[in-house]
Each structure stands twice: as C-alpha cells, then as structure tokens.
C-alpha cells in the first residue's frame, strides 16, 4: 500500500473516533435526522385535520339543517357555535376561535324548494391566506356532495359532466408522501455540510490543526481525510431516514437501492466540497456555523422542497442550476416513488456529477491555498 | 466607590468587549443584517405556492368534434399547454420523463354519453409532488366547467347551493400577508438563540470564562453583558424586517406599532434566554449549536403556524407545539399585523412569552451562577 493511502487510513480513523467517541457528539449526529423526519413527517401538511366553525343559521329549514349535518358530519368541521347576530361574527373570527364562519340567509330552505340556486355565505379567517384556501376547498367538496344528493333527490338533472381525477405513483395525494422522501437529501444536506465545516473550524480552533501542518500529510491528503468520513457519516445519515420512511411512515419504495446510492454519493461529493469550502474561509467555529447556516438556508428554501421550482421568478429558477439539493430532491422522490432509472435521471446525474467534482475540487485548491 | 457604581461600570465594560467582539467578527454581522435581508428577499420573492403553466399529455379514444372541442378549451386557457399523445401508457411516460405534468383522458364513449346527458373525462396527476398535483386538480375544473357551459347552455346552471366566500384580513389573498410577520419571528429567532447558544459556550472552550472567576463578577452582571449587544443586534433584525413589510410588501400592519414592539421584544428575550441556557448548560461549541437548531430554529420554522397550520398536525405534536414559545410569537405577530389588537389574542400570548422569559432569566441565573462559582 502506498505510503499516502496508508496516511488517509490513518487520518480518515483518527476523524472517526473524534466525532464518535464523544456520546453526547454520536447523540448529536444522529437524532437529528430523526427528530426532523419525525417533525417534517407530521407537521409539514397542508392538509387540515379540523377546522373550527361558527354558523350564523337565519333559516332553520330542513335543507339548512340537513346541510349542516353533512358539515359536522364530515370528521373535518367542528362546530363551535351557533351566533344569534351578525355583530358576532367579527368576535369569533377575530379571536382565532373559529376559521370560518357560515351564515345561512333566511330563504335558503325556500330558494331550495322552489328550484332556484341558494347561497352560503362564507367568512373565513385570511390571517395564513393559505389555510383559509384549503378550509374552503373542503366545504366546496361537501357542499358538491350535497348538491349532487339534492339534484337526485329531487329530480333535477346531473351536471352534463363529470371528471374523474387519479393520481399516479401517490394514490391518495397524501402530502407525506412527497415530503418524506425529500428530506433524505435536504436533512443529509443540513447535517453533512454544517459538520465538514464544523470539524475543521473546530480543530483550528483549538490548535490541532496547525498540529496536523507540521507531520508530512499534503494539504490534499488532508482535505480527504477529512471529506471521507463526514461523507460515510452523511450516507449513515441518508440510510436512517430511508430506513424511517419506510418502517415508520410505511411509504414504499419501489425503486432501485443502486441508482439512489448512484445519486447520494455523488450529492455529499458536493455537500462536504461546500462544507470544506465554508471552513476554508471561516477562521472560528461561529464563522463556520452561521456561513454554513447562510449557504444551506437559501439552498433548502428554494429546492423545491417547500414550493415548486417553475413558480419562482425566472432569474431565481436559472441561479438554482447550481443548487444540488434540488437535484438531490427530484432524484431521491422519482426514484422512491416512480422506480426512475438511470435513463430518465439524467437530468439530475449530469448537474450533479459537475456540481461534486467542481465544488470538491474548488474546495482542494481553495484548501491547500489556505494551507501554504 | 459604592458597590452598585462598580457592578454598573463592570457591566459597562463587559458589554462594551462582546459589543467589540461582534462588531470584529464578520459573522455576527452577517446573521445580523445579511440574514434577514436574505430571508426577506428569499420569502418576499422567493417562495410562492402558485402552480405555472401546467403541461398535459392528452389521449383522445373519441376522436369526435366534441372531444376536439374541449381539447381546445384547454388549450386556451392560460394554465395549460396541452400535447396530444396516443395512449395512456405513453403519457404515463412523458410523465415520467417530466415532459408533461399529467394527463387528460377522454374515454371512447365521451361523445355519446355526452348527448344522453352525463360524460365523464378522467384527470391524472403525478402525485409525486401532492400539493402541485392538487392544484393541478383544482386548474383542470377550469376548461372542463367553461366547455360544458358554453355546450350545455342555460339548460344548466351551477348548484342548487353555491358558496359565496370572503377572505378576512387578507382579502386580495397575498401569501407576504401571512409570510412577514412569521418572518419576523423567524429572523429573531435566528439572531436571538443561534448566535448566544455559542457565546457563552465559546469561552468556556477558550477558558476566558475562567479568566472572569478571578474578577468581582457576579452571574447577573455576566448575563446582562451578553444579553444587551444581542438584544440591540436582534432589534435591528426586527426593524429591517418592519421597514421591508411596509415599504417592499405593502403589508397592512392594523394593529398598533407600540404593541408589536412589546411582542417582539419579549419574544426576543425568550430566544436570548434559549441560547444562554443552552450554551451554559452545554459548554461546547458544536453542541450548542446543533442544539439550538433543533430547539428554536426548527420550531419557529416548522411547529409554530408560519408556514404550516398547527390545525394540520396531529394531536401529539400540536400539545409539544405549547411547549414553544415560536407558536404564542407567531400567533401575535399574525393577530397584530393583519387582525389589530385583538385583547383576547394579543394578552395571553403576551402573558405566557412574558413568563417563559422570566422563567428562563431566573434558570440561566441560577445555572449561571452555579457554574461559576
């Protein structure tokens, strides 16, 4: 074996007991991934589980209390209050304590009866805009399910057409499913990079870097000894939360174990290259932290992790070219959930095979620069 | 000299050093300012849920001039570019390749069914991506509903119940009404907690905090020395961020600006309060700065009804939810920006961020002084 691989074997076991002799440090690298698949997993929803209500009922029809009924009946709207007035309404939504309000006009029964359309009027809470859409989405659905009885009921013809909606690869739309997947890249990305950046600022900090100058390592030796561990360390990382949509969330995976590995590998290439990239300009571990916590949040915000790529402005779509999360992202959910192949990845293989080798290298001159 | 000039002087002079060590260090600067400008800009422009154009592989099995004709409904709408393909299984694979979004299937019996009075079209979506699928869902009513009027004619008409909607508070529906004040809550977490989680911690690494026993300092006076400058760093976080949703996003701030302050202000302790205790009680750099992510950052981000409603997570986690203090922080900022001060909102989210401060001021204190003496 020649004498460099046999220091980068050295060195490469030296970096992997200091991070994982240390039980609080073993602790810290790996609940994380957890704790946050386990947070992302449930609370990163736009789905709604309840939606407090309040009705102002000014009818007191059957078909009024009818269509209340399928409202409290829907396992989603929880009423909260029957309001006499209409000055009541501002105070139920203005204390948060219902979303929407649902006021029913005193000819709603009749207008029914008689043929014509009737209205619901509805006052929903816009202080997160988004929430209300959603709240109003569900009652658009009931209030259909209503509307279709009715017509049936009564005689009335069916709407001309109808539209069937399937979903392929996530059967019932469940958000989950996009989500978890996604964080197998995005929490490797926060955890890999920060610690890179971390391990050397940590040892420049306490002088066992400039220990390391004085024994015959090259600055590229080190820079791989360096790189190595924290990548094994990432992929550990991926697996766990592999491992955690799979037996936790019960999400299945249907692709190919080779082509997503095919793909982390050559994404930590580019997550420790940014990661030794940010230590090569910090001088202290606070420099590190927050430098890599300034790289990694524009990179995670617009991955498309929490919002499509195609809807932000088209000079923000073009500088994420450079983004490896969002090819990490698209590349771990086709594969989890299509079974996508080498041939259709790459569009994802090719930007991030670049994106590794250049910013690793970047990352050695910059490194051995520093060093001289 | 009297012994409360000396300990106001010792104070002075240890706020001035951690006032110089931030101005010194690059970074601080950085999460101060740099921060939450990126943020605004990242929020402000960055992030928007709105779904572009939407390509749709289509397969025609009528092949009639109706099925034409509602081909053409979609291809006049503005959300959708439509390409004609032969089979389901070759749409299934222009999705899979991401050259289309999903498809729109009519069925060989479309033309008929649709002249004895009840045709159907299918819709698929690629459920890879779940929100954009359903919003896919919701845009494709669009020429499908304005197709069968304009065929149907007034022998149809919508209902019998239709639902008339308004949108309280943010009646043009702006995503920056919601985004802003949970932004502000957001960057003073970041300034509040991450930075102080390292401060203390710092000096226990470089041993200066032993340097310190030596010197009359007592645990108060040490703590009032790292609150203030990172106080004063967060304000400036807080002020950018009120300049920027008043002037960049136009959004209505209803309630009174005396108010906001006071929230952001005690929010504010709360995160220093955070950092401080963690970095006490940890002493390592790495450690309190992993710690501090996953206790404030990750919260304030993702547990506290800024991006995601706490009305969508299951029951479990809303009841961590009133364990954090982001969630009373968003709630006020939110109720105070677009709603006014509502009392009933605004007093005890106040009163219970006022009280976790003081609980933590009074702990760091205690752990503070235990470790050093």
């Known amino acids: 074996m020649s004498p460099s691989l046999l220091r980068i074997l050295a060195l490469i076991r030296k970096e992997f007991l200091a991070v994982l002799k240390d039980p609080r440090s073993r602790f810290i690298i790996f609940l994380p991934p957890i704790l946050q698949c386990m947070i992302f997993g449930y609370a990163a929803s736009f789905d709604l589980n309840s939606v407090p209500y309040a009705v102002l009922n000014q009818d007191h029809s059957a078909a009024s209390t009818d269509f209340l009924s399928r409202l409290d009946g829907s396992g989603v709207f929880r009423r909260r209050a029957d309001l006499d007035r209409t000055k009541d309404v501002s105070a139920w939504i203005d204390s948060s304590r219902a979303l929407v309000v649902i006021r029913i006009d005193q000819d709603f029964g009749r207008r029914l009866v008689a043929g014509e359309t009737a209205q619901v009027e509805v006052i929903a809470d816009g202080r997160n805009s988004n929430t209300a859409g959603t709240a109003l989405g569900y009652l658009g659905a009931v209030v259909d399910n209503f509307n279709a009885d009715w017509r049936s009921r009564h005689r009335q013809p069916a709407p001309p057409i109808r539209i069937v909606t399937r979903s392929w690869y996530n059967p019932n739309l469940d958000s989950r499913w996009s989500m978890i997947p996604s964080l197998i890249g995005t929490l490797t990305m926060m955890g890999t990079l920060m610690l890179t950046a971390l391990s050397v600022a940590r040892e420049r900090e306490q002088g066992t870097f400039d220990q390391l100058l004085v024994t015959p390592f090259t600055p590229v030796e080190i820079m791989v000894g360096k790189a190595v561990p924290n990548m094994v360390i990432g992929l550990t990382q991926s697996t766990t939360i592999l491992l955690v949509a799979q037996f936790w969330f019960h999400i299945p995976f249907v692709g190919s174990f080779v082509v997503l590995y095919a793909g982390l590998g050559l994404f930590l290439m580019a997550a420790v290259g940014l990661g030794l990239f940010v230590s090569s300009i910090a001088m202290t571990m606070q420099q590190a932290m927050l430098y890599a916590f300034l790289l990694v949040m524009p990179f995670a915000l617009l991955s498309g992790l929490t919002t499509p790529i195609t809807s932000m402005p088209e000079f923000l779509q073009s500088a994420m070219a450079i983004n490896p999360l969002r090819y990490a992202l698209d590349l771990t959910k086709r594969v989890y959930l299509e079974d996508a192949g080498f041939a259709q990845l790459l569009s994802d293989f090719l930007p991030l095979t670049i994106i590794g080798v250049v910013t690793l290298a970047g990352a050695a001159w910059l490194f051995s620069r520093r060093l001289a | 000299?009297?012994?409360?000039?000396?300990?106001?002087?010792?104070?002075?002079?240890?706020?001035?050093?951690?006032?110089?060590?931030?101005?010194?260090?690059?970074?601080?600067?950085?999460?101060?300012?740099?921060?939450?400008?990126?943020?605004?800009?990242?929020?402000?422009?960055?992030?928007?849920l709105d779904v572009s154009r939407v390509s749709v592989a289509v397969v025609d099995e009528d092949a009639s001039s109706d099925s034409a004709s509602l081909i053409g409904a979609f291809q006049l709408s503005p959300y959708f570019g439509v390409t004609a393909v032969h089979s389901m299984a070759e749409a299934k694979t222009l999705v899979m390749n991401r050259k289309a979004d999903g498809a729109l299937l009519i069925p060989s019996d479309f033309s008929r069914r649709w002249h004895a009075g009840g045709a159907e079209v299918q819709i698929l979506v690629n459920g890879t991506d779940a929100n954009q699928a359903r919003i896919m869902q919701a845009y494709a009513q669009g020429p499908v509903a304005q197709w069968s009027a304009t065929r149907a004619g007034a022998s149809f008409s919508a209902g019998p119940v239709i639902v008339v909607d308004r949108l309280w508070f943010n009646e043009s529906n702006d995503s920056h009404y919601f985004l802003v004040p949970g932004l502000i809550v957001l960057v003073m977490t970041i300034i509040g907690a991450f930075l102080t989680a390292?401060?203390?911690?710092?000096?226990?690494?470089?041993?200066?905090?032993?340097?310190?026993?030596?010197?009359?300092?007592?645990?108060?006076?040490?703590?009032?020395?790292?609150?203030?400058?990172?106080?004063?760093?967060?304000?400036?976080?807080?002020?950018?961020?009120?300049?920027?949703?008043?002037?960049?996003?136009h959004v209505p701030l209803r309630g009174s600006v005396a108010l906001l302050c006071l929230a952001s202000m005690i929010y504010l302790l709360v995160a220093l309060g955070i950092g401080l205790l963690v970095s006490t009680l940890v002493k390592s750099q790495f450690l309190a700065s992993q710690l501090a992510m996953l206790l404030t950052f990750l919260p304030a981000m993702m547990l506290s009804g800024f991006l995601y409603d706490l009305r969508s997570m299951p029951a479990f986690i809303r009841g961590i939810t009133y364990a954090l203090p982001a969630r009373y922080a968003v709630a006020l900022m939110q109720t105070l920006y677009l709603a006014g001060d509502v009392g009933s909102v605004v007093w005890p989210n106040l009163g219970v961020l006022a009280a976790m401060a003081a609980a933590l001021m009074i702990v760091t204190r205690l752990v503070t002084r235990k470790r050093i003496s």
């Open chain 2, 198 to 249: 390292m401060v203390v911690a710092r000096e226990w690494e470089r041993g200066t905090l032993e340097a310190l026993f030596v010197t009359p300092m007592r645990a108060g006076e040490f703590l009032a020395s790292k609150f203030l400058p990172y106080f004063g760093l967060g304000m400036i976080g807080f002020l950018l961020c009120l300049l920027a949703g008043q002037f960049l996003f």
């Open chain 2, 1 to 48: 000299m009297r012994p409360g000039a000396a300990k106001w002087r010792r104070i002075r002079a240890l706020t001035l050093k951690e006032t110089r060590q931030i101005l010194r260090d690059p970074s601080s600067i950085a999460i101060g300012v740099i921060f939450p400008l990126m943020m605004i800009l990242l929020f402000g422009y960055g992030l928007s």
